[in-house]
């Protein structure tokens, strides 16, 4: 079974401050795909970034950012110069085998 | 260009009923997935559909059902529903052969009385 883990359910930032969310995930798989989503109060979920597992090179994505790492199944979302339209839910996903796991998700608040 | 549509986005039924949501994927796509979201969790994964058949199932019972018509749309079937079938149901769309590029529609909310 593949398990994600998000262990902050709530978090705040500051308007232009940045913010990091935690996900750590367990695979005995060596070929997947990592992925963040985004969940706005308007329920839609909406694709942040997504990492291969293959490649060391961590993605980035505009002010979004990962720090991924391998051997310690940890996939963190860096989010620079937070706006007031970061605010949602944040999902961290494996993806193997065309089934997506998600993690329970982590709201993110931004303070103006 | 129309993304996934989901129909209908509210309902409520009462226990033992049956109840089928409906899903149209993004143009272009030709597999279709379905996701239940409890309340202040993540979606889990029911089942996936592609060539009109079942492909990949998740940790649900029989009485969740499914089925994909030859224009990729789909449906979602739940019979003798329980109280704790209530929640979001979304859909998510993707070409078979992209890996990941999963587009969710906006979900149909279920309420078991």
């Known amino acids: 079974a593949q398990t994600v883990t998000q262990s902050q359910p709530e978090m705040s930032v500051q308007e232009a401050e940045t913010v990091t969310l935690s996900c750590t995930y367990d695979?005995?798989?060596?070929?997947?795909?990592l992925f963040w989503y985004k969940q706005p109060p308007s329920r839609q979920m909406i694709l942040v970034i997504r990492?291969?597992?293959?490649?060391?090179q961590n993605a980035t994505e505009n002010r979004f950012s990962v720090n991924f790492q391998k051997a310690a199944k940890s996939f963190s979302l860096k989010i620079s110069d937070s706006q007031l339209g970061d605010a949602a839910m944040y999902f961290c996903?494996?993806?193997?085998?065309?089934?997506?796991?998600f993690g329970s998700g982590t709201k993110l608040n931004v303070k103006p | 260009d129309a993304g996934v549509t989901q129909s209908p986005t509210h309902l409520i039924k009462t226990r033992g009923q049956q109840v089928t949501l409906r899903c149209s994927p993004k143009?272009?796509?030709?597999?279709v997935s379905w996701y239940q979201q409890a309340l202040g969790q993540g979606p889990q994964f029911i089942f996936q559909?592609?060539?009109?058949?079942?492909?990949q199932r998740g940790n649900f019972p029989d009485r969740f059902s499914g089925h994909q018509f030859p224009n990729y749309s789909s449906e979602l079937n739940v019979n003798a529903l329980l109280l704790g079938d209530s929640a979001l149901y979304l859909c998510?769309?993707?070409?078979?052969?992209?890996?990941?590029?999963?587009?969710f529609g906006e979900g149909s909310r279920l309420t078991v009385l």
């Open positions: 996903a494996v993806y193997n085998f065309n089934k997506f796991y």
């Open positions: 559909y592609y060539e009109e058949e079942e492909r």
């Open positions: 990492q291969e597992a293959y490649k060391q």
């Open positions: 998510a769309s993707t070409h078979w052969r992209r890996t990941g590029e999963l587009f």
């Open positions: 695979t005995s798989e060596s070929d997947y795909y």
């Open positions: 143009s272009g796509h030709d597999t």
